[in-house]
């Protein structure tokens, strides 16, 4: 289950490792990419079937990023989640961000049994200040009707 502490702490987390991260400029990861950097993120995109994105070092894998990083946001399909949150605990990282879309059941019983503070069914735009525009209202309508993390 989030809390709030979870989402916060993992926000907090200003070097990410991208995992799942789409070459396709126009996609949802990309741009919440983007958003970030302009949030003061630095981020280490994951994706094994590119060696650039966006004009950045693209690495394989979360075990072969090149340094430390706070937390793992997850934009992989979900028959690869498990997989990706299964090299970020071998990593050392124990903050996962697993984007909507992308949770399997697997994935989701690897973090309970590890006892992972993994922020799901949430958008990180909703939570990564400043929020604005769209991501705000959603978050003001979520929290109306009680769909925000304690």
């Known amino acids: 289950m989030n809390t709030m502490q979870d989402v916060r702490a ?10 799942g991260l789409s070459r396709d400029e126009k996609s949802f990861s990309a741009r919440a ?6 949030k003061g993120y ?13 004009g950045e070092k693209c690495y394989p ?3 072969a990023l090149p340094g430390k990083v706070g937390g ?6 979900p028959a690869h989640t498990e997989k990706v949150v299964r090299e ?7 903050r996962i961000w697993i984007q909507q879309g992308a949770a399997s059941p697997e994935a989701l019983r690897f973090c309970a049994d590890n006892k992972l503070p993994a922020v799901t069914k949430q958008c990180i735009l909703m939570y990564a200040e ?8 959603h978050r003001w309508v979520k929290k109306l009707f009680g769909g925000l993390p304690r």
């Open 88 to 94: 970020a605990v071998a990593a050392g990282i124990r």
């Open 10 to 19: 993992f926000v907090a987390e200003k070097t990410l490792a991208v995992a």
């Open 130 to 137: 400043p929020v604005a525009s769209f991501h705000a209202f």
């Open 61 to 63: 894998s979360v075990g």
């Open 42 to 54: 630095k981020l280490y995109p994951v994706n094994p079937n590119a060696a650039t994105i966006g």
């Open 33 to 38: 990419c983007a958003e970030l950097r302009t």
């Open 72 to 77: 793992v946001l997850v934009f992989t399909p």
